[in-house]
């Protein structure tokens, strides 16, 4: 059997901890649109994972650009190529998009960004109830297209994996049995 080529381990933990932070921001804000008794509880730490991930994806944008991924397997012809490479940087673009615009969301409802319940952010948008109401949106807009995004990186993972058999999976994982960097 070919040994796993896998990404270094700091992309490793650097992705699982955006998977982690983006669930729970997306559990939680899902939660949270439905909640009365604890909404404010909700949105501090919903806003705490926001900057969390906003700061986790920069530098793994950075870890990305110097340091390149290791090659696909031969299952992965030249058209699937072209799509994982546009779906990273999709979920890159998302992933930097819906803190940023949930930042300036807040910001344009006259409420500051908090982290940990204590550490103010400043403003970077204007109060403007016309502005919060299309960020809002846009937010809510954003947070669908990214669930949508992981579900296809999923399925596309899980189709190479259980299907293909080419263990697409093990590049980010931490198991042992294949070669490669630990």
């Known amino acids: 059997?070919?040994?796993?080529?896998?990404?270094?381990a700091r992309s490793?933990?650097?992705h699982?901890?955006?998977?982690?932070a983006v669930f729970g921001a997306l559990f939680i804000g899902f939660v949270m649109v439905n909640s009365l008794g604890s909404y404010g509880a909700l949105v501090g730490v919903h806003m705490t994972l926001g900057v969390a991930i906003l700061v986790i994806?920069?530098?793994?944008?950075?870890n990305r650009f110097t340091h390149r991924a290791p090659r696909l397997p031969a299952t992965v012809g030249s058209?699937?190529?072209l799509l994982v490479v546009g779906s990273e940087i999709g979920l890159y673009a998302l992933l930097v998009a819906q803190p940023l615009v949930g930042w300036a969301m807040v910001s344009a409802g006259g409420r500051p960004?908090?982290?940990?319940?204590s550490v103010p952010l400043p403003r970077i948008a204007p109060?403007?109830?016309?502005?919060?109401?299309?960020l809002r949106q846009t937010h809510s807009v954003l947070a669908y297209l990214l669930v949508a995004a992981i579900a296809a990186h999923v399925s596309a993972v899980l189709l190479h994996t259980v299907?293909?058999?080419?263990?697409?999976?093990?590049?980010?994982?931490f198991g042992w049995g294949d070669k490669g960097e630990p």
């Open 16 to 20: 699982w901890l955006t998977a982690l």
């Open 79 to 81: 058209v699937e190529h």
């Open 163 to 173: 299907t293909l058999r080419d263990r697409m999976l093990s590049r980010m994982t």
């Open 113 to 117: 960004v908090v982290l940990f319940g």
């Open 57 to 62: 994806v920069v530098i793994r944008a950075a």
């Open 12 to 14: 490793r933990i650097l």
């Open 127 to 134: 109060f403007d109830a016309d502005l919060f109401f299309v």
């Open 1 to 8: 059997m070919t040994p796993v080529e896998r990404y270094p």
